[in-house]
């Protein structure tokens, strides 16, 4: 005899941990749970915390999803209690002690459960921090009534593709055709969402994200950083013979380590290793003559550094960019956005250690970039917001965090000087509509050091002789939100950006 599986029911679901890698233990819990039929449609920020009740024990790292479910309430527990137990949990150990995962179910649609095994609404949500952050940031996540799993139409098998049937995309997560609209009446979660942002934002009144109890972060490398109080530094290392900047100054191994150490004396929170050329109309090198230019300095370099410092890899080869991370990098930085090589997104997705992928819009590649078809926009803010918006919805579903994700608009490449101009003038326009698609408050990187449009500006030809507009440049991107600027001088950014972020973020 036929039965039809319960309706969907939108569910929010806190996670936690204080043991182990914490947010490598957040994606496992997660591709866990979309294997066992728990759709992951949106993730909250990572909030890292004071402990409560047992506060002798590590701080906890944080977060929520959004999910939708067929599993009923105690299948749904049960299901998520076995998860907790695969990454290690002892269910025995005490009650508010260490655990390397926690997840509890905050909301179950609109139901209200009270049984001996299971209470929802979660009975002490209302008094947790930890829990009223992030389940905040899943309203501001959502647009409308009607969530869509993050997973493209073209990363679904072509086979069971009838309606209602289920398979999976390529990062195992099962996708079943009824929950691409959204669910009503008693599982529409939505809200109970907004009642949790409102009681959210009296309680941060009192306990602000910044102070001791809650810190919102990311993870990069072996450290979770800040983002929102300064602007970060990375220093630019190109070990090229033609970057249109610096190009043959650093080309061999010792001269490029010594490049490296000196900017972060400086100041350069990350360094940037590039192999190849992106100025327009530049040569384009295999992967393998790239690589042979940037393996032996990363290499050398890792452990030179500190371990405050990271160190990022510039390429938009993907085979380049999973050698880097073998050899220790903590970021790749690709200013063709997954668009230049189809491998690039897969392998970010599956590598055993991740890392932050920086995420660049341009159209075409270098060579193309400035032609007429490629920097003609109807509007530049909203176009390469959604560009982005859609990269990163790719990326998802291919298995890369939405936390490994930071955004640059690309400066320069392939547009025009005004349009440079406009996106730093509306980026907050742009954040808007790339978040749409990702992590609230996801970090944006901003590269005008040295750029052609600034030397239209101030009249000087010489890239060298831009620094002076390149830090005014840096200051009007911190002033509309920049969490990262990517620079040659660090000196005069570094200077700049203090300024900067005295007056628009301290």
């Given at each position: 005899?036929?039965t039809?599986?319960?309706?969907?029911?939108?569910?929010?679901?806190?996670?936690?941990?204080?043991?182990?890698?914490?947010?490598?233990l957040?994606?496992?819990?997660a591709r866990?749970?979309?294997r066992?039929?728990?759709?992951?449609?949106r993730?909250?920020?990572?909030y890292?915390?004071?402990?409560?009740?047992?506060?002798d024990?590590?701080?906890?790292?944080?977060?929520?999803?959004?999910?939708?479910?067929?599993l009923e309430p105690?299948?749904?527990?049960?299901?998520?209690k076995q998860i907790e137990?695969?990454?290690?949990r002892?269910?025995s150990?005490?009650?508010?002690?260490?655990?390397?995962?926690?997840l509890?179910?905050?909301f179950y649609?609109q139901?209200?459960?009270?049984?001996?095994s299971?209470?929802?609404?979660h009975?002490?949500?209302?008094?947790?921090?930890f829990?009223?952050?992030?389940?905040?940031?899943?309203?501001?996540?959502?647009?409308?009534?009607?969530?869509?799993?993050?997973?493209?139409p073209?990363?679904?098998a072509p086979?069971?593709t009838a309606?209602?049937?289920?398979?999976?995309?390529?990062n195992?997560?099962?996708?079943?055709e009824?929950?691409?609209?959204?669910?009503?009446?008693?599982?529409d979660v939505n809200s109970?969402?907004?009642?949790?942002a409102?009681?959210?934002?009296?309680?941060s009144r009192?306990?602000?994200?910044?102070?001791?109890?809650?810190?919102?972060?990311?993870?990069?490398?072996?450290?979770f950083?800040e983002?929102?109080?300064r602007?970060?530094?990375?220093?630019?290392?190109?070990?090229?013979?033609d970057?249109?900047?610096?190009?043959?100054?650093?080309?061999?191994?010792?001269r490029a380590v010594?490049?490296?150490?000196?900017?972060v004396?400086e100041?350069a929170?990350?360094i940037?290793v590039?192999?190849q050329?992106?100025?327009p109309?530049?040569?384009?090198?295999?992967?393998?003559?790239?690589?042979?230019?940037?393996?032996?300095?990363?290499?050398?370099?890792?452990?030179?550094?500190?371990?405050?410092?990271?160190?990022?890899?510039?390429?938009f080869y993907?085979?380049?960019?999973?050698?880097?991370?073998?050899a220790?990098?903590?970021?790749?930085?690709?200013?063709?956005?997954?668009?230049?090589d189809?491998?690039?997104?897969p392998?970010?997705?599956a590598?055993?250690?991740?890392v932050?992928?920086?995420?660049?819009?341009?159209?075409?590649?270098?060579?193309?970039?400035?032609?007429?078809?490629?920097?003609?926009?109807?509007?530049?803010c909203?176009e390469?917001?959604?560009?982005l918006?859609?990269?990163a919805?790719?990326?998802?579903a291919?298995?890369?965090?939405?936390?490994?994700?930071?955004?640059?608009?690309g400066?320069?490449?392939?547009?025009?000087p005004?349009?440079?101009?406009?996106?730093?003038?509306n980026?907050p326009e742009?954040?808007?509509r790339f978040?749409?698609?990702?992590?609230?408050?996801?970090p944006?990187?901003?590269?005008?050091?040295?750029?052609?449009?600034?030397?239209?500006i101030s009249?000087?030809k010489?890239?060298?002789?831009?620094?002076v507009?390149s830090?005014?440049?840096c200051?009007?991107?911190?002033a509309?939100?920049t969490?990262v600027?990517?620079?040659?001088n660090i000196?005069f950014?570094?200077d700049a950006?203090?300024?900067a972020?005295a007056i628009?973020r301290?």
């Amino acid at each position: 005899m036929f039965t039809s599986s319960p309706p969907a029911v939108d569910v929010v679901i806190a996670l936690g941990s204080n043991e182990g890698d914490r947010a490598e233990l957040f994606r496992n819990a997660a591709r866990d749970m979309q294997r066992q039929g728990v759709v992951i449609l949106r993730h909250a920020c990572l909030y890292e915390t004071a402990p409560m009740h047992v506060t002798d024990q590590a701080r906890f790292l944080n977060s929520a999803v959004l999910a939708r479910t067929h599993l009923e309430p105690d299948a749904l527990l049960a299901t998520l209690k076995q998860i907790e137990v695969q990454q290690g949990r002892q269910l025995s150990a005490q009650r508010w002690g260490p655990r390397p995962l926690d997840l509890d179910i905050i909301f179950y649609g609109q139901h209200q459960i009270n049984t001996e095994s299971l209470v929802v609404p979660h009975c002490l949500y209302r008094e947790r921090p930890f829990v009223l952050a992030p389940v905040a940031d899943l309203l501001h996540s959502s647009l409308s009534p009607s969530h869509a799993p993050l997973a493209s139409p073209s990363s679904q098998a072509p086979e069971d593709t009838a309606r209602g049937s289920s398979h999976l995309n390529s990062n195992g997560s099962l996708i079943n055709e009824d929950m691409e609209e959204g669910v009503t009446g008693e599982g529409d979660v939505n809200s109970m969402l907004r009642r949790a942002a409102e009681e959210w934002e009296v309680m941060s009144r009192d306990i602000p994200i910044g102070g001791e109890d809650i810190r919102r972060v990311l993870p990069v490398g072996d450290s979770f950083w800040e983002f929102g109080k300064r602007t970060r530094i990375m220093g630019i290392l190109n070990i090229t013979p033609d970057s249109f900047s610096d190009g043959g100054q650093y080309d061999c191994t010792e001269r490029a380590v010594q490049r490296a150490v000196e900017m972060v004396s400086e100041g350069a929170d990350i360094i940037d290793v590039g192999g190849q050329s992106t100025r327009p109309g530049a040569t384009k090198l295999t992967a393998q003559e790239e690589l042979d230019r940037v393996l032996p300095v990363l290499r050398e370099l890792k452990g030179k550094l500190g371990k405050e410092v990271a160190i990022s890899v510039d390429t938009f080869y993907a085979s380049v960019a999973k050698a880097a991370v073998e050899a220790g990098v903590d970021i790749i930085n690709d200013v063709s956005g997954g668009t230049m090589d189809p491998d690039m997104l897969p392998m970010v997705g599956a590598l055993d250690r991740p890392v932050v992928y920086v995420m660049m819009h341009i159209r075409g590649d270098p060579s193309t970039m400035g032609s007429l078809e490629h920097t003609t926009y109807g509007d530049v803010c909203a176009e390469v917001g959604n560009t982005l918006a859609l990269q990163a919805e790719k990326a998802v579903a291919l298995g890369v965090m939405p936390w490994q994700l930071w955004f640059d608009p690309g400066l320069g490449f392939s547009k025009k000087p005004a349009q440079s101009l406009e996106l730093i003038r509306n980026l907050p326009e742009v954040r808007r509509r790339f978040t749409r698609k990702c992590l609230q408050n996801a970090p944006m990187l901003l590269g005008p050091s040295r750029k052609g449009f600034l030397g239209k500006i101030s009249g000087h030809k010489l890239p060298e002789d831009r620094d002076v507009a390149s830090a005014a440049a840096c200051v009007a991107c911190t002033a509309s939100g920049t969490d990262v600027v990517r620079v040659h001088n660090i000196p005069f950014a570094k200077d700049a950006i203090k300024v900067a972020d005295a007056i628009w973020r301290i």
